[in-house]
Nanobody, 123 residues
Framework: QVQLVESGGGLVQPGGSLKLSCVAS????????VGWFRQAPGKEREGVSY????????HYADSVKGRFTISRDNAKNTAFLQMNSLQPEDTAVYYC????????????????WGQGTQVTVSS
């Protein structure tokens, strides 16, 4: 069974950090491109960061550039999103997704999705 499971969300104060994990099961994650998306209440899902198949290329939304870092650990079949300098506007449910494309950005390019993990940035 193909599955992605996110973890690592929680409540953090502005300026704080969180590291999200996305564990894949039922398939080998390093054979897929990975994306992190987020959706805040009342807003559309937006792409946050993308990692190409093989990991040679990364992309970030302007809103998180310089603060977030996407990576993967092939031995653990896990992708990560390190989030630093978090701000209240980063509050959302964060989802990881996997695509068979070399690099994918549009939600429709991703065939596998996790259930999401809540990130709340508040003092």
């Amino acid at each position: 069974q193909v599955q992605l499971v996110e973890s690592g969300g929680g409540l953090v104060q502005p300026g704080g950090s969180l590291k999200l994990s996305c564990v894949a099961s039922g398939f080998t994650l390093d054979r897929y491109a990975v994306g992190w998306f987020r959706q805040a209440p009342g807003k559309e899902r937006e792409g946050v960061s993308y990692l190409s198949l093989g990991g040679s290329s990364t992309h970030y939304a302007d809103s998180v550039k310089g603060r977030f870092t996407i990576s993967r650990d092939n031995a653990k079949n896990t992708a990560f999103l390190q989030m630093n300098s978090l701000q209240p506007e980063d509050t959302a449910v964060y989802y990881c997704a996997a695509s068979t494309r070399w690099i994918a950005k549009a939600p429709g390019d991703f065939g596998s999705w996790g259930q999401g993990t809540q990130v709340t940035v508040s003092s």
